[in-house]
């Protein structure tokens, strides 16, 4: 074999090594981030998915309440199912207090389970068939363990509260790895009386 031929040969034995550190050491640990990434992200909107259904059974039962609180009131004055129905609600008169409350119930529970709070500001409402929502946007930081606390709390909240989006970003080599952008509505339905 000439030695033109051996060089050739060992050029081409370095590229194939280098390829091939290349493949073992970043191609493949970052695919396997990407794959994490996205399982955690269909989770996450599954888990939306059941809030959105969740929220469109409240409607439902929201109504239902109101009408039945409505005939109760006008047969022997009951307000049993109203008070079930004011229960679901948030407290307010307008819906911007409405939006306070929902905050500050929101800002309670992130500060009891080390959820590291970057910003908040309040959308502008939103129609729901008949009914405003009052929107709210958080910026978060934390890491997976907080953003299934987080998951968990609306999963068990028994108020009229969704979430309208969700957009977690990952920070690699950070302590809280997770920024996580959360939008949420509050269901406003105004004066019960009516």
Do not use: C
Not at 101 to 127: M, N, R, T
């Amino acid at each position: 074999m000439s030695k033109r031929n051996r060089e050739l040969l060992l050029v081409l034995a370095a590229i194939i090594m280098g390829i091939a550190v290349w493949w073992v050491y970043f191609y493949a640990p970052r695919q396997e981030q990407i794959s994490e990434i996205q399982s955690e992200t269909e989770l996450t909107e599954m888990k939306i998915r059941s809030h959105r259904k969740q929220l469109k059974k409240l409607k439902r039962e929201i109504e239902d309440l109101k009408e039945a609180a409505r005939v109760e009131a006008e047969k022997a004055g009951g307000v049993g199912k109203e008070e079930a129905l004011k229960r679901l609600l948030v407290t307010g008169r307008t819906i911007e207090e409405v939006n306070a409350a929902s905050q500050g119930a929101f800002q309670e529970f992130i500060s009891e389970h080390g959820v590291d709070f970057k910003s908040y500001k309040e959308l502008s409402p939103s129609k729901w068939g008949d009914y405003k929502v009052g929107r709210l946007q958080f910026q978060l930081s934390t890491d997976t363990q907080g953003l299934s606390d987080l998951l968990a709390y609306f999963d068990n909240l028994e108020k009229a509260i969704r979430i309208d989006r969700l957009t977690i970003n990952y920070r690699r080599g950070k302590k809280a790895a997770l920024i996580v952008n959360l939008h949420l509505g509050t269901l406003f339905v105004g004066d019960l009386e009516k």
